[in-house]
């Protein structure tokens, strides 16, 4: 068996016990699940109706989106947690006596990440369905979606394994990542630019929650999606590859 193909094993069978652990953790389960429809009808129903005054439009088309996005950062939070606890537990010096690639403990953590984080979009399409939400979007714009998100996710959940390997317990892990929550607010995942105080704007438009939910509410609603796509890429694919690699670098030298 090629070197490839055995890292490949490696890291498949440590996926499969990081989703076992997953699936043993019901409240975590439960909680990935009630979290997104929570979130989702608070916006929806609580602030829906002030925001619909103001702006005369359907805030429910507005605001999925940034749910999705939202709900991606509690799933990293998650991550960090799950990867610290590993790392810095028994399981850790067991885990380097055995012969499997170093690297695919945190290939699993940010796998699993990514299952964990698309069920909970899933979710919360699935109640925005239910409150009302439709979208003109065909079967072309809807994969476009699905790939922003998953870029999205995929750059979430490589800051996740970082802060995982990085930080020595799981309560800075959690702390860390959960701020991870508050960029979405930052942006115009919630409420226009526009809307914002000068000085906070800028910093609104040169994030990258920003143009990924503008290219999401573009195909979403039929309308042109313009250069927010390929901002969003190049922000998520940045994040993905500065972040996973100072994970790895990181790791093998805690491993030494």
């Not at 090629?2 to 996926?15: K, Q, R």
């Not at 507005?62 to 810095?88: F, H, R």
Request: charged share 10%; with cysteine.
């Amino acid at each position: 068996m090629t070197a490839s193909l055995t890292a490949l094993s490696d890291v498949a069978a440590m996926t499969g016990r990081t989703l076992r652990i997953t699936v043993r953790q019901p409240e975590n389960l439960l909680l990935g699940v009630v979290l997104p429809v929570m979130i989702t009808l608070v916006f929806v129903t609580a602030f829906g109706g002030a925001i619909e005054a103001a702006t005369g439009g359907e805030y429910i088309t507005y605001v999925v989106p940034g749910v999705i996005l939202l709900c991606a950062g509690y799933g990293a939070a998650n991550t960090a947690v799950g990867l610290v606890t590993d790392a810095g537990g028994p399981f850790l010096d067991r885990f380097r006596s055995l012969p499997v690639a170093p690297s695919s403990l945190l290939w699993a953590h940010g796998q699993v990440s990514l299952v964990r984080n698309l069920t909970s979009t899933a979710v919360v399409v699935t109640v925005a369905l239910l409150l009302g939400f439709r979208s003109a979007a065909g079967p072309t714009a809807w994969l476009a979606v699905v790939g922003l998100v998953t870029a999205y996710v995929a750059a979430i959940s490589a800051v996740a394994v970082f802060i995982g390997v990085v930080v020595r317990s799981a309560e800075a892990a959690g702390g860390f990542a959960f701020a991870m929550l508050f960029l979405p607010y930052v942006s115009s995942a919630f409420v226009p630019v526009r809307t914002l105080p000068s000085w906070l704007a800028p910093v609104a438009e040169h994030q990258p929650v920003t143009p990924t939910t503008e290219a999401i509410r573009s195909l979403l609603q039929g309308t042109p999606v313009g250069s927010h796509a390929w901002t969003a890429l190049a922000w998520t694919t940045t994040v993905t590859v500065v972040f996973a690699t100072a994970a790895a670098w990181v790791f093998r030298r805690r491993g030494r």
